[in-house]
């Protein structure tokens, strides 16, 4: 940094004697008391609100569908369609089959969290739908994974998936805690090692282990279907997706 200096100024007085006759200059009275000393305020340091440490931040996904998602995706067949629309990821399926749309990414253990409606279904409310874990893709197109999964009429279940077909771990079991016909309800379905478990409406369900050769990562799905043949239509909508570590 560059400093400037000053030149030193010497100056010479010179005292000079004035005989003059001049006017007395007023004195202070000798009695008077003397002003108090007030010693000045010093301000003292705000001092600063206590920050709580950040807590790890778990997520791995999330979603909440206000624009097209990037991370779900869409498509339209025979089967049925998926899409992002109003707000909501959508699943639609037009047969007796279960239909999904998956995630892109791909997740070994996770805690999936998501809002669930079926807005389109049976007079009954018996459609299914619910997340796939760790689905995978064989050479021949068909998949394995795990499902969880409610039914618009109050029941549950936990089934794995193999080259395409499933077998119950928990089968459909009947429960309270389910809201049913068009109400929401909210999912928490846990894949995390051999650990699978179904929460609905903060209420642990039910638990399974995974199968031997089962799938162990893969992408995450929405699924919806009708079982009313008759009656196959069946649009279901999730919302408030949160994809975190176990």
């Not at 997520?59 to 109003?86: H, R």
Request: aromatic share 6%; net charge negative; proline share 7%.
């Amino acid at each position: 940094m560059n400093k400037q200096t000053r030149p030193a100024i010497n100056i010479i007085s010179a005292i000079v004697l004035l005989a003059c006759a001049c006017r007395a200059v007023s004195l202070p009275t000798i009695n008077q008391p003397p002003t108090p000393y007030i010693p000045p305020v010093i301000p003292t340091q705000a001092q600063l609100p206590t920050i709580a440490p950040k807590p790890p931040d778990n997520t791995l996904l999330s979603d909440n569908f206000d624009t097209p998602s990037s991370e779900m995706e869409s498509f339209s067949d025979e089967s049925g369609s998926t899409e992002t629309k109003d707000g909501v990821y959508i699943v639609r399926s037009t047969g007796d089959l279960w239909n999904w749309g998956q995630s892109q990414s791909e997740f070994a253990n996770a805690v999936i969290e998501f809002d669930v409606s079926m807005v389109i279904g049976p007079a009954n409310n018996n459609a299914g739908m619910g997340v796939v874990c760790r689905m995978r893709a064989r050479e021949d197109t068909s998949v394995d994974g795990y499902l969880l999964a409610i039914s618009g009429d109050g029941y549950y279940s936990i089934r794995s998936v193999s080259a395409g077909s499933m077998s119950p771990l928990v089968d459909w079991t009947y429960s309270d805690a389910i809201n049913q016909g068009a109400s929401s309800n909210k999912i928490r379905a846990t894949c995390d090692n051999n650990e699978l478990k179904l929460e609905v409406n903060g209420k642990l369900l039910a638990t399974a282990n995974t199968i031997p050769e089962g799938s162990t990562s893969g992408s995450i799905a929405f699924a919806a279907v009708s079982f009313e043949t008759n009656e196959p239509n069946a649009e279901i909508h999730f919302d408030n997706l949160l994809v975190s570590n176990p």
